[in-house]
């Protein structure tokens, strides 16, 4: 009985935002697919910013330990060619880089692993998650 006198009962209640924390969880878990595959053998690029949170930064291997919005994660690696930018646009560093940071990374892969081509510090925003999750 869901229902007392047109009063949803707390089980209800609850019933029904576990759904919708499920759906939301199913709806992240499908997340952006990879985009397609280059021709050279042995590197590919995403021309695509993907979304991250940074869990920690190694400044003397220069690399970041990222987390996607799926709990999955991934290292990727810096250079001198690697752009960073705040959410205004403006240069920083990648000293200014802190773990719980959010970050849009376009990387490139090769036979070394993931580097990446910039990151763009800002948040995820409603209308990103539409746009990237919810189409």
Known sequence: M???FGIRTRRAREEGLWVAVFVFATLLGCGPLPAAQSGKAGTNTSSAE?????????????????????????????????RYADKNGKAIQFADLRAGDTVYIRSTSSSAGKVAVSIRKGPMTLEEL??????
């Open 2 to 4: 869901s229902e007392i």
């Open 50 to 82: 993907q979304f991250f949170i940074i869990s920690s930064v190694d400044t003397a291997k220069r690399q970041l330990l990222l987390k996607q919005p799926t709990e999955i994660t991934e290292v990727v690696q810096v250079n001198d060619k690697t």
């Open 130 to 135: 539409h746009r990237r999750y919810l189409k």
